[in-house]
């Protein structure tokens, strides 16, 4: 009994979320004329993918291993299952039958549908698997899954990004091996910084210098700074130059609720 309400309950929360997942990833194509919904890495991957169905799916795939073990091990569905596996293997659906990606990525009313299919499949069969599973198991798929997952997103794909921006030629790749390089230095991971860095390069090869680039330009910095900023990056970047810190810096991350330690 718990089992099928585990199901039933599956079936309803994947189907809206892939609905929602897939519109929105599709309309990131169309910004700013619409509003998308999705991450940054959403939309790059999407893109790296460049419209073929195995690629897509393949992905996917490599996330869905990680989102499982989360599951099993956590009891807790991954942000890679929307924002990384639903939306891939959308596209793949699509694309294996139409190749065009104005009629199938691009398009908010055929990814709603194929997202909402693929998060139906997906959300049930992980949390299904996860409560048939034995406790015995279930350990040992935490503990042999999860790291394979984590060579996989650091430092697996960093590579293949950035691989990907330098092929895109010599701008781009200059921009998201910058970018990359602070990313993982902010973040601990270079992939939100390597799509940005194409985003840019791509961007700056296409237009130049203009209201566009400069405000993507802008935003970055921001999002560099704001990040930088509450995860404590500024203090560790002037304690491994072992400058003392200010005592106004140690007052103003305690404003945002921050503890420094000096």
Do not use: T
């Given at each position: 009994m718990v089992t099928l309400m585990i199901v039933l309950k599956s079936i309803v929360i994947g189907a809206?979320?892939?609905?929602?997942?897939?519109?929105g990833a599709a309309r990131m194509f169309h910004a700013p004329n619409v509003q998308g919904m999705g991450a940054f890495r959403t939309f790059g991957e999407l893109n790296a993918c460049a419209g073929d169905p195995i690629s897509h799916f393949s992905f996917g795939l490599g996330f869905l291993f990680n989102s499982w073990a989360s599951v099993v091990g956590a009891g807790a569905l991954t942000q890679d299952v929307d924002h990384r596996v639903i939306p891939n293997w959308a596209a793949a659906v699509l694309l294996w039958r139409n190749k065009n990606v104005a009629e199938t990525l691009h398009n908010p009313k055929q990814m709603a549908i194929a997202g909402a299919a693929v998060g139906v499949v997906v959300v049930t069969v992980l949390n299904s698997t996860a409560t048939a599973i034995p406790e015995s198991m279930q350990l040992v798929a935490t503990k042999v899954l999860v790291p394979a997952a984590n060579w996989l997103i650091n430092p697996i794909m960093p590579i293949v990004f950035w691989m990907a921006a330098m092929d895109a030629g010599k701008r781009t790749g200059i921009w998201g091996t910058v970018l990359g390089g602070l990313s993982h230095l902010v973040m601990g991971n270079a992939v939100p910084g390597i799509v940005l860095g194409i985003l840019i390069g791509k961007g700056l090869d296409d237009s130049g210098w203009n209201k566009i680039t400069k405000s993507m330009f802008i935003a970055v910095i921001l999002l560099f700074v704001f990040s930088g900023?509450?995860?404590g990056f500024d203090v560790a970047l002037l304690k491994s130059m072992y400058v003392e810190i200010p005592q106004w810096l140690i007052e103003i991350h305690e404003t945002?609720?921050?503890?420094v330690k000096k």
């Open positions: 809206l979320v892939g609905f929602g997942v897939g519109a900023f509450f995860r945002f609720g921050s503890v």
